[in-house]
């Protein structure tokens, strides 16, 4: 099946500094990439959906000055978060699709825990 | 708004017994409907996927159904084993307002399954 990696999967930070995480689809070509975030106990919240090189569709409340996303290829997709602080703690995680398979089915990474300090 | 609702609450069961997990939605048309495992400190796996115009799917021990004048699907897992232990999310997709395909994620239900 279609594999999608994330790195890093758990990263600590002081609070003001930016953290970068790639999204890779591994043995497809993702036209289009998700990204979600998760806190404990809690639903998916879908932040932004990329198109391969275009930019990203936030959804309403997501500031996209604060989460950058950059999907430069088809099998690379990376999410910024500038001047991170304590409450962006959360699991990150994101998802991949094939578009012009005409599947409908994403696949996601495994996550990436992130704990600004 | 849209809503998704799903079993909040844990659902333990004995090995061998089958499994019925519930996902309700209200305000909305999806034109697919996804369900997800998902463990603790991983990203979600992709079960089963069946559209709007499907009745039921099933995959080995998987069967999904999807009714939606009634808004719900259903989610079973038969002969159930200790390893299907995890939580269960229910995605619905279809066309957002940007014209893109997105998916709302449900809160997910934990399943147990006792040896």
């Known amino acids: 099946g279609a594999v999608v990696s994330q790195h890093p999967s758990r990263v600590i930070c002081k609070s003001g500094t930016s953290v970068k995480i790639e999204c890779r689809s591994l043995?497809?070509?993702?036209?289009?990439m998700f990204w979600y975030r998760q806190f404990p106990k809690q639903s998916l919240m879908l932040m932004a959906t990329?198109?391969?090189?275009?930019?990203?569709?936030?959804e309403q409340g997501v500031e996209k000055d604060k989460f950058l996303i950059n999907h430069a290829s088809l099998t690379l997709s990376t999410l910024t978060v500038t001047s991170a602080h304590p409450e962006d703690s959360s699991f990150y995680i994101c998802?991949?699709?094939?578009?012009?398979?005409?599947?409908?089915?994403?696949?996601f990474g495994p996550g990436t825990r992130l704990t600004v300090l | 708004s849209q809503k998704i609702e799903q079993n909040s609450e844990a659902l333990n069961i004995q090995e061998g017994k089958t499994a019925t997990l519930t996902c309700n939605y209200t305000?909305?048309?999806?034109?697919?409907l996804q369900w997800y495992r998902q463990d603790p400190g991983r990203g979600p796996v992709f079960l089963l996927l069946i559209r709007e115009n499907e009745k039921e799917k099933r995959k080995e021990r998987l069967k999904v159904t999807f009714d939606t004048t009634l808004k719900q699907s259903l989610f079973h897992i038969t002969a159930s084993q200790p390893a299907d232990s995890a939580t269960y999310l229910c995605a619905l997709g279809g066309r957002g307002t940007s014209g893109t395909y997105k998916y709302i994620f449900g809160t997910g239900t934990r399943l147990k399954v006792l040896a």
């Open positions: 998802s991949a699709r094939d578009v012009t398979s005409g599947r409908y089915e994403q696949f």
């Open positions: 305000n909305y048309s999806p034109a697919y």
């Open positions: 043995d497809f070509q993702a036209t289009t």
């Open positions: 990329s198109n391969e090189g275009s930019k990203a569709t936030y």
